[in-house]
């Protein structure tokens, strides 16, 4: 395998009485090269002459560890950007990117919206047809016209920001379908939020509406017994059970630690539930948009014209009043307001050891491998518990941890039979979109993602309840199961969804529709210039696929498979043909499918 | 409107939609994941067919306005009770016999299923919902967690304990996919799901070892697209499908790409295999062109062949959803019983022609009732609902269960017209179980908390001829 280069670049030793000289990788000082031939093929960009081939330029190795290395980092990455990382470094444009300011989904959403609105009216409709907000199809729109015109510097905040909303779930499957606008804000809390500390982002998802919505603790009232009224507990569970320490006691390493008799230790009971419930009540909207209904928010107003992009605030008359002792025995005091009540419960939790390994390994898993070893885990989690400067939940110390780890960067952690994970579908879709060049006729990339949606289960905020698309701890029926690993992906990965997202490759590829929409704006297609010029010699063709989407682990066997299917392929259009047919074939495989 | 009525409130106190298909995961016990495969069913393979039939109605269906009181001194009750809600007299259409000394009728647009009942080919059960233990008003006030279901009146998680069977702890691992873990050696046929869904991914159908084959209801299991070509024109599709082969037939080393592989080849498998079969089958019966009709007819389809299909076991899944009527619950229901009620009598039709009702059995679920009580023009979460149950096999033409008092401060009622449940899913669920072939030592397993409510071999509420 090509990527064998990098990781045993090897030094030319000379003899022993002589200097040691190092050749290679870039360094060819004073060294002139002399070859039989210095032949290059005309109108090709690229060759192995004699200079490069002694000094290691343009040998794949780097750029197979860059194109992998933005696997793992970003949601997808063409060869221009794989080069410059390849040039520049990983870890040193890691900087660059966590240096980044944010830029966001709601602008976007809401501009697409006024578009949409505006053509409606410009062709007929009715203004009394016209809601108070966006749909969550504003907010597909949005999502993916900002990824695809972002720029470069949101790409690890992007991948990030997808990990965490499967960590703190809110979902369209929801009445929340009809609030585009909610979504896309709180989409946005991990777009501000993913290089920031999680003590932020915990009290941000807190407050927002739609989470609020979402997991009922909006309007939330304090107990009144004489009504049988007690504080909803779902927000109160959740908070722990997903967003913050989870069920069981944790080591540093993410294994669960164990009392005397062996047993697993809860984190929280029933009461400690009950009590947090307590603390999250008093939540109301704090704003109303402009409607017929009601002047302004009050504590009970539903969400119909309520502001859902702004938080929550707090009705002190509907907050709980009295102590509250929560998990671990702690008491918060009585007599303080609700904010006060929230942001020390907040604090609690954070303050919680569960915490790094908890979301530390599920980000590990989302981003590099599904089985961390738990010394890689320990690893991420000391840099949670403190980055280096006394802060302890930032992000970008976790960030750095995780991807710069020598089991996500060394070859001999990818030897490894256990490393790797099947990638989500859903990224898949952002990869194939962001390695080549897409066309829409006005460059608008307003992807709804219904029917990818439905072929393969995966949207953003799209998953079928607050667990996420899948489990953190789902094991596959079969080898992976009886070797005792897990595998997450593998839970939406089904006899339907294999095949829905099998077809859906094809219509990328073969039927040349990238991205619809439901707004009569042309969709986005696929242009194969780029690679046609390759297609003439297959073997070409699939170098530079594998450097886009194999990383240079494309098997000898699937290069051969799909070269034999490309060789008959010989009238007409037939580069084209080629280029759809190797696409399609090799983003349907298990090279591509399995990250290593 | 400064003053928002309580119900109003609690309705607006956030309540999702529950039109799409039941796509559920929720956080496994890890002790279920760690547990050995079940041991399978004693019973050997079976030469006789036996299909289950589970029609979900998710968002919660209001069911007191489905199956409703209709003599004098009990409609009464139930028209002070439902307020502007209530059904008018007349229009219910009448059901023989009596139920704790009520008679009652059924919601005017389910004429098929009103003829079913009068057939003896339907019943009802009365008042059923997810229970630990049967349960008191007391009971209930003293909130003491333990003896209540997890999260009551949550869609989430109802609807996953009418899946699951577990009331008392989390689990994403349906009751239909453990029987079909248990007993899945009675399909001589390995390669085909005994379970096959409608409605993709389910809780329900997933087990330990089993998920579910989902298939579409117009066109039946999915293919890959262009797959199988063999003009000789089409050289890319011949390509493709050549390519396809390769890749799939192989035996990989590693295992996540192994396990990614076996995935879609046995779908492609499957899909040849039953896509072949269902070319054969043709029914006569017409169905008509709505999503729960045509469900039902790839249903009648699919059991049409299972000799071709070489399987004797099959429990299938749809989910008719929609039923959170918080808002206009008359018209909704007005608009969606009779879709049901047709396609039901349509189903059963089809089995006539086919001559296997006795051999099917369907049955209906849905997360919780509704309040008694109306919050303006529409109803919230409540608990105990009225379920049917579809068959040759059933005893039908009666209610089963105990119809409640539709009292406001009857000793079911807790407040808010919720009326706490005096059957328990259990039992509905184990009776199904046992006539589906489950042997009764392995009740318990399925059914953890089923003990509380019944012992012994026999049929737990004796609605199926076992």
């Not at chain 1, 948009?289 to 009970?300: L, S």
């Not at chain 1, 790094?356 to 599904?370: A, D, H, N, Y």
């Not at chain 2, 009702?357 to 303006?376: A, K, P, Y």
Request: net charge negative; with cysteine; proline share 4%.
């Amino acid at each position: 395998m090509r990527w064998l280069l990098l990781c045993s670049l090897s030094l030319l030793i000379a003899s022993a009485f002589a200097q040691t000289v190092t050749l290679g990788g870039g360094n060819c000082n004073g060294i002139t090269v002399l070859t039989s031939s210095s032949y290059t093929p005309p109108n090709w960009t690229q060759t192995a002459d004699g200079y490069k081939t002694i000094c290691g330029d343009g040998l794949d190795g780097p750029r197979m560890d860059a194109s992998r290395f933005l696997a793992q980092a970003t949601l997808g990455a063409n060869l221009e950007l794989i080069q410059k990382v390849a040039d520049e470094g990983s870890a040193q444009w890691l900087d660059e990117q966590l240096a980044s300011q944010p830029s966001y989904v709601l602008p976007v959403t809401m501009s697409i919206y006024q578009e949409i609105v505006t053509n409606f009216l410009a062709n007929g409709g009715d203004s009394s047809d016209v809601g108070y907000r966006p749909y969550w199809s504003a907010f597909q729109y949005g999502y993916w016209h900002h990824l695809m015109t972002g720029g470069e510097s949101q790409q690890v905040r992007e991948r990030v920001a997808l990990a965490l909303s499967e960590i703190f779930v809110i979902s369209m499957n929801s009445d929340l379908s009809g609030f585009g606008d909610g979504l896309a804000s709180y989409y946005d809390l991990f777009n501000k939020n993913a290089f920031g500390n999680y003590e932020d982002l915990l009290m941000d998802v807190a407050l927002h509406p739609a989470m609020g919505f979402y997991l009922s603790h909006l309007n939330n009232p304090k107990t009144i017994e004489e009504e049988n009224i007690h504080p909803d507990e779902n927000f109160a569970r959740e908070i722990m059970q997903l967003f913050s320490i989870g069920l069981y006691e944790l080591n540093e390493d993410g294994s669960r630690k164990t009392d005397g008799s062996g047993n697993w230790m809860p984190t929280y009971g029933q009461q400690d539930i009950k009590n947090l419930a307590k603390v999250f009540t008093g939540l109301g909207l704090s704003g109303v948009v402009p409607n017929e209904y009601v002047d302004g928010a009050e504590f009970g107003l539903g969400i119909w014209v309520g502001d859902m992009t702004h938080p929550m605030r707090m009705y002190e008359d509907w907050h709980e009043p009295g102590e509250k002792i929560i998990v671990g025995n702690y008491t918060i005091a009585s007599g303080q307001s609700g904010m006060a009540d929230i942001a020390e419960a907040i604090h609690t939790l954070f303050m919680h050891p569960n915490v790094g390994p908890f979301i530390g390994k599920q980000l590990i898993q989302r981003m590099v491998t599904s089985n961390p070893s738990p010394a890689y885990v320990a690893r991420v989690t000391q840099a949670f518990n403190d980055n280096g400067q006394g802060e302890r939940g930032d992000m970008k110390a976790v960030i750095r941890a995780i991807l710069l780890d020598p089991e996500a960067r060394t070859c001999a952690a990818l030897e490894s039979p256990t490393h790797g994970k099947l990638v989500e579908p859903f990224i898949r879709y952002t990869q194939f979109s962001q390695a080549l060049p897409l066309e829409q006729y006005d460059n608008k990339f307003w992807n709804i993602g219904y029917d990818f949606w439905e072929a393969t289960g995966q949207a953003p905020l799209g998953a079928p309840s607050v667990f996420n698309f899948f489990l953190p701890d789902y094991q596959p029926i079969g080898p992976i199961a009886q070797q005792s690993l897990i595998a997450p992906e593998f839970q939406i990965h089904n006899t339907k969804t294999s095949v829905g997202y099998i077809n859906q490759v094809n219509n990328w590829t073969a039927s040349n529709y990238v991205m619809a929409n439901w707004e009569d704006q042309p969709w986005v297609v696929l242009n194969t210039d780029e690679l046609t010029p390759l297609a003439r010699d297959p073997e070409v063709l699939l170098n530079r696929l594998d450097v886009l989407f194999t990383h240079g682990q494309l098997t000898d066997r699937t290069r051969s498979i799909i070269k034999s299917a490309l060789e008959p392929i010989q009238r007409g259009d037939y580069r084209d043909d080629r280029v759809r047919l190797a696409l399609y074939l090799l983003l349907i495989s298990p090279d591509y499918a399995i990250f290593k | 409107m400064k003053n928002i009525s309580r119900r109003k409130f609690i309705g607006q106190l956030g309540c999702g939609a529950m039109g799409y298909a039941t796509l559920y995961n929720s956080l496994i016990n890890m002790k279920a994941i760690n547990a050995a495969a079940m041991a399978n069913s004693a019973v050997a393979a079976a030469g006789d067919y036996k299909a289950l039939v589970c029609l979900m109605q998710s968002g919660g269906n209001d069911s007191f306005n489905m199956l409703v009181p209709r003599d004098n001194a009990s409609y009464q009750v139930y028209a002070n009770t439902r307020s502007n809600l209530a059904l008018p007299q007349e229009d219910l259409l009448a059901l023989k016999g009596t139920n704790n000394s009520m008679q009652l009728g059924v919601h005017p647009s389910m004429t098929a299923v009103h003829q079913l009942f009068e057939d003896n080919h339907l019943a009802f059960i009365s008042n059923v919902g997810t229970l630990i233990q049967p349960t008191t008003k007391e009971d209930f006030n003293s909130y003491q967690q333990k003896l209540l279901p997890l999260g009551l009146f949550s869609h989430s998680d109802q609807s996953q304990q009418w899946q699951t069977g577990f009331p008392h702890e989390r689990s994403s691992v349906g009751w239909g996919g453990k029987i079909a873990d248990m007993i899945h050696d009675m399909n001589t046929n390995q390669r085909i799901s005994m379970n096959i869904s409608l409605s993709g991914t389910n809780i329900f159908q997933s087990g330990q070892n089993t998920i579910e084959y989902a298939i579409d209801p117009y066109n039946g299991s999915v293919g890959i697209y262009g797959y199988g070509v063999t003009d000789e024109w089409n050289v890319f599709d011949r390509m493709r499908t050549q390519a396809i082969d390769s890749l799939l037939e192989y035996n990989y080393q590693d295992i996540f790409k192994k396990t990614y592989a076996d995935v879609i080849r046995d779908s492609r498998d499957a899909h040849i295999e039953f896509e072949s079969a269902l070319s054969q089958s043709v029914i006569g019966t017409s169905f008509s062109d709505n999503y729960l009709s045509k469900s039902f007819e790839m249903i009648a389809r699919t059991i049409a062949v299972q000799q071709t299909l070489n399987v004797q076991r099959q429990i299938f899944f749809v989910d008719y959803g929609g039923w959170d009527h918080h808002d206009e619950v008359l018209q909704s229901q007005q608009d969606m019983l009779p879709v049901l009620s047709t396609a039901l009598g349509e189903f059963y039709a089809a089995l006539q022609e086919l001559n296997m009702t006795d051999q099917v059995t369907t049955f209906s679920i849905s997360e919780f009732g509704r309040t008694l009580t109306s919050n303006g023009n529409g109803t919230d979460h409540a608990w105990g609902g009225n379920v049917l149950v579809m068959g040759g096999g059933v005893k039908g033409g009666k209610v089963y269960g105990t119809y409640p008092s539709l009292e406001l401060e009857s000793d079911l009622e807790i407040g808010g017209g919720v009326l706490i449940p005096s059957t328990s899913v259990d039992q509905y669920f184990a009776e199904m179980a046992l006539w589906f072939g489950v042997s009764s030592s392995e009740l318990g397993t399925l059914f953890p908390n089923l003990s509380n409510f019944y012992s012994g071999t026999g049929a737990p509420l004796g609605f199926l001829t076992i």
